[in-house]
C-alpha cells in the first residue's frame, strides 16, 4: 500500500441493531430484577432495621446509661 492509495474501512461483523437490541433487553431483565416481591421485601426489612437503629440511638441519647 502506497500513500496514496485510499484506505478501506474494516467491515462490521455485527449490525448496530443487534447490539442495541441485545442491551435493551439486559435492561429489561435488570429492571426486572429490581421489581421482584423478593426485593421489595427486603427493602422493608432494611427499612425496618434502619428504624429500629435510629430509636436506639435515640433512647441512648435521651438516657445515657453511664
Known amino acids: ?4 492509495e485510499p484506505v ?4 462490521v461483523l455485527v449490525p448496530p ?4 437490541s441485545a ?3 439486559w435492561q429489561l ?3 426486572a430484577r429490581y421489581r421482584t ?3 421489595q421485601r427486603r427493602n422493608e ?3 425496618l432495621l434502619a428504624q429500629r437503629a435510629v430509636a436506639d440511638r435515640k ?4 438516657h445515657p446509661l453511664g
Open 29 to 31: 431483565v435488570e429492571d
Open 37 to 39: 416481591p423478593d426485593r
Open 45 to 47: 426489612r432494611r427499612r
Open 17 to 20: 441493531a443487534v447490539r442495541a
Open 8 to 11: 478501506h474501512p474494516a467491515e
Open 59 to 62: 433512647a441512648e441519647r435521651e
Open 23 to 25: 442491551l435493551a433487553a
Open 1 to 4: 500500500m502506497t500513500m496514496v
